[in-house]
């Protein structure tokens, strides 16, 4: 019996730092407005932007909450120029600097009651294995920073990039794995590795995240502008292996197209093409890096968890008809109602003898033109492979 399954489980999607409609801001000031005051006033105002931070970080988290969104990325400035090296400060240099402390553990408190995965994401000026001594003490202060937020909030990922590779990658993947023996436990724990749309592969970087047990968070968009041996099957599977907790990736898509000259820069939202078919029943999070924030977070889940179907009617005049729904019980009350074909109006009543699923809406109708060009003992030979039909009506 041919019948209708429940929809599959969809991966968690995440929302990364900001929105695009929601009236939900977070908050930060340059270093020249922040220098240009009294110390005292500077670290006042800066307590204010963290509160003020705190509070958006719990709405934006309420949001995700409301709207099924699993994951949330936090600002890598969600406290503004914390490590800057003339406009730094510690928690306890700052006015009402515990309470901004307890108002982030109530954001973790939340995420953690409601679900919702958090993570960050240091700026591309954190990089480990620069030769530069000053760029990896700058780097690592950004890192330990991040995780003390982290620890606050409970977020288990602190993400960068691999870095440069100066000429030798192999030198540049050895002093990173030094480097990372620099950072804390705190910090050690949560970091996270993540190929890039220029320099470092999955293959690239999958022995040194194997090597010192670091997660790699496989960036799907990435890897295609930057390619190496592996299928996108083979580098999902092998990253996943990296994790000792539930592994998080990155989707985008271009903002030209793949034929574009430049696939590099995002797109607003993600086309459902490029998620990839194996991702789809696997327990992980996925990060969605798109221009329309919360807009194509929402509109990516509404498709994963559409489903698509191509049928095959039978007329009562014994004449074959093809379509394609993402609704099999209602469009067959659609054909009988005569609402839905011009071709199938004149030939009441129809049956449904076939029907298959596809991935998506854009898989569908490429199927369904194949499926029409069969000829109609090719089209019977379908309706007999897999007999009776059976329609859930709920």
């Known amino acids: ?66 709207h099924g969104i699993g994951s949330f990325r936090i600002n890598s400035q969600i406290l503004p120029l914390k490590t800057h090296s003339a406009c730094g400060y510690s928690m306890n240099e700052l006015p009402r600097g515990e309470e901004i402390v307890e108002r982030f553990r109530a954001c973790g408190e939340f995420a953690k009651t409601s679900g919702i995965r958090t993570c960050l994401h240091p700026d591309q000026f954190v990089v480990l294995n620069s030769p530069r001594a000053d760029v990896v003490t700058s780097s690592v202060a950004e890192l330990e920073y991040q995780s003390e937020v982290a620890e606050w909030v409970g977020a288990d990922v602190v993400n960068i990039h691999g870095g440069g590779a100066y000429g030798n990658k192999a030198e540049s993947l050895n002093r990173l794995a030094m480097r990372v023996n620099r950072l804390s436990e705190r910090s050690r724990s949560r970091l996270t590795l993540e190929n890039d749309d220029t320099t470092y592969t999955p293959n690239d970087l999958l022995p040194l995240c194997q090597a010192e047990g670091i997660p790699l968070v496989y960036d799907v968009h990435h890897h295609r502008c930057n390619r190496d041996e592996l299928s996108v099957e083979e580098a999902t599977r092998r990253a996943v292996a990296t994790w000792n907790r539930e592994p998080l990736f990155h989707i985008s898509s271009p903002l030209e197209g793949w034929k574009g000259k430049n696939p590099k820069p995002h797109h607003d939202f993600i086309d459902i093409q490029d998620f990839p078919q194996c991702w789809r029943d696997l327990s992980l999070t996925v990060e969605v890096e798109a221009k329309a924030k919360e807009v194509a977070v929402l509109k990516l889940k509404r498709q994963l968890v559409e489903r698509w179907f191509v049928y095959i009617l039978r007329c009562v005049d014994g004449s074959l008809y093809t379509g394609i729904t993402n609704n099999l019980s209602r469009r067959l009350d659609q054909h009988n109602s005569g609402t839905a074909s011009r071709y199938t109006r004149g030939r009441l009543p129809v049956v449904m003898i076939y029907y298959e699923e596809q991935p998506d809406q854009g898989s569908a109708l490429r199927r369904e033109l194949d499926v029409k060009a069969m000829s109609r003992s090719a089209k019977e030979f379908l309706a007999q492979s897999t007999p009776g039909v059976s329609i859930d009506k709920g």
């Open 1 to 66: 019996m041919n019948s209708v399954t429940p929809s599959p489980t969809v991966p968690r999607l995440g929302l990364c730092c900001t929105f695009s409609q929601q009236p939900i801001r977070f908050r930060t000031t340059t270093v020249k407005a922040n220098s240009g005051m009294k110390r005292e006033l500077a670290l006042a105002k800066l307590s204010e932007l963290c509160l003020a931070n705190a509070d958006a970080l719990l709405a934006a988290l309420h949001f995700c909450a409301t």
